[in-house]
Every structure is written in structure tokens, then in C-alpha cells.
């Protein structure tokens, strides 16, 4: 069955009803569409978009809407398996089966709408992409006890990835990761087959924060010997790449502490991405130069 966006809205909106234990009073446009992206993360056009996708995806083949919207609730609000087991309707067990076919299917899609969008070569421009690091909190892994689990930027266990942006289009471009957040930015820049290579390769350069100094032949980053002009295109530029991270902490299974086991969390937080650049490409783009 095919979905337009009204249907979709009003599919979230009655699951949103369901979790606020009644229907209440009748909202406008705009309240509708914010209600459902504080649900669900996306716009119900970017939900249409990502359900006819995954119509073709072998993991999924006939998704079924409600499924796809709850799976997109666990993600954007990362309640607890009871919680989600009441307002979807289904018991836990069901539930958590297919809340990971539907990540796995959506992180699949990085292929597709992340990986087939990254190159180098093929761009004009000598400056196409921002890189930046982000933390993710996780439980301690109790087989694996380490400190170099320790992320500063929380306080505790955690995971780091790796993330490019496009400068001049609404683009992740690259994701790199799950790494141990105790891997400093450039030491996951600098690994083997990593972003750093293929900046080398193509002859091209990145924009960084200072992070990653020390890499001047190929990344930029503020620096008082520069122009103001360049200076606020760095300084832009990095701002931009800081709003797709926080836009990917919006969704709470990224942000909270991860209860799912560190080896499972590379496919939640694709999956974030993913959403995130169909998002991005269905009226919720990044800010322009």
C-alpha cells in the first residue's frame, strides 16, 4: 500500500495520542507537524519518502507503517520497551523484534543515502566537506571493562564517530565509527583507509575545529593569521557541521545512555543518520553560505 503524507500524520498523531492517554484539543497545521517531529524525529513527507524505500528492502520487503512509526518513536524518544509495548499495542517480545529489523533496515539505507553521496573527486570545489567528531553515552560493557571507554565529553562510557558534511549541499557525507570514545578525533582522522587517506588522494581539504591541528596540509581550522573573510567561513562553516551533530542528538537514543549493548549501537546510530538526511532532503535542510 502506498502513503501520502497526510495518512502518515495522521498515523503518528493518533500513536501520539495513545501515549498521551487521550486525544485532547484539536490542533492547527503547525502544532500537528511539530507534535509529530517531536514523536518521530522527521516530517511525515521524509516518513513517505523512507516507507517507499524500504518497500524494496530485503530485510523489511512489505514494511508495515505502524511498525516503521514505532520504530521511529524507540529512536527519537528511546522510552523503555513497556512504555512502547502500550502505546503500539504489541507485547514486548514482538516489540523488540521488530524495533531492529526496522533499525537494521533503515541503517542499511547509509549505503544509499550517505555512502553513494561521498566523493571527492567529483567535486568543483578544493573545500568540500566539514569533519567533527561526536560522543555517544553508553552502559559499561561489563565483558569489556576499560578505560578507554572514558569519554570527557560525558563523564563516562561511550562510543565516537567520525562525521563529514558537505559544504555546499544538505549532505552527510561521511560516518565513521563506532570507535572507543577514548580515541581522540585524530586518531580516528588518521587511521588506515580513513577520511584522512582520502583527502590525500583526491587533493582536497576539510574544515576542522582545533581539534585536529596539526594537519595543516590538508585541514583547516581557525587560525589568527588568516583573514577575517576566512576566518568567518571556517568559523560558518563549523557551525554548520555542529548543527547536523546536535540534530542527531535530538534523537534520544543517541544522547541517553545506550541500554542495548555497545555492539549494537553502530546500527541505532546510522540509522539516526539516515533519517536525519532524508530529513534534510524533504524540508528541513541545513543553512546555506
Known sequence: MLYNKEQILNEGLTLHQRQQQGAG???SSKSQLDRFRSMFGISPESVVKL?????????????????????????KVYMTEKQLSYISGHDMKTLR??????????????????????????????????????H??????????SKTWYSHKYNGPGLSYEIAVHIHKPQ????????????SDMAIFLKPGGLREKLVASRKLAIADDGYKGQHEILITKNPFYSDEVNTYVKRARARQESVNKRLKDFKAASSVFRHGHEKHGFVFNAIA????????????????
Open 25 to 27: 484539543r484539536k490542533l
Open 51 to 75: 516507507y517507499d524505500d524500504l518497500r524494496n528492502d530485503k530485510l523489511v520487503r512489505s514494511p508495515c507503517v505502524k511498525k516503521l512509526l514505532t520504530t521511529l518513536m524507540w529512536l
Open 97 to 134: 523484534q521488530y524495533n531492529w529489523i526496522y533499525t537494521k533496515a533503515i541503517a542499511s539505507l547509509k549505503g544509499k543515502k550517505i555512502d553513494a553521496a561521498f566523493s571527492l573527486d567529483d567535486e568543483i570545489a578544493d573545500i568540500p566537506i566539514t569533519v567533527d567528531g561526536t
Open 136 to 145: 555517544c553515552p553508553i552502559e559499561e560493557p561489563r565483558k569489556e571493562p
Open 172 to 183: 552527510i557525507a561521511w560516518i565513521n565509527g563506532p570507535f572507543k570514545a577514548g580515541e
Open 274 to 289: 539516515v533519517l536525519l538526511q532524508y530529513d534534510m532532503e524533504n524540508g528541513s535542510p541545513l543553512f546555506d553560505f
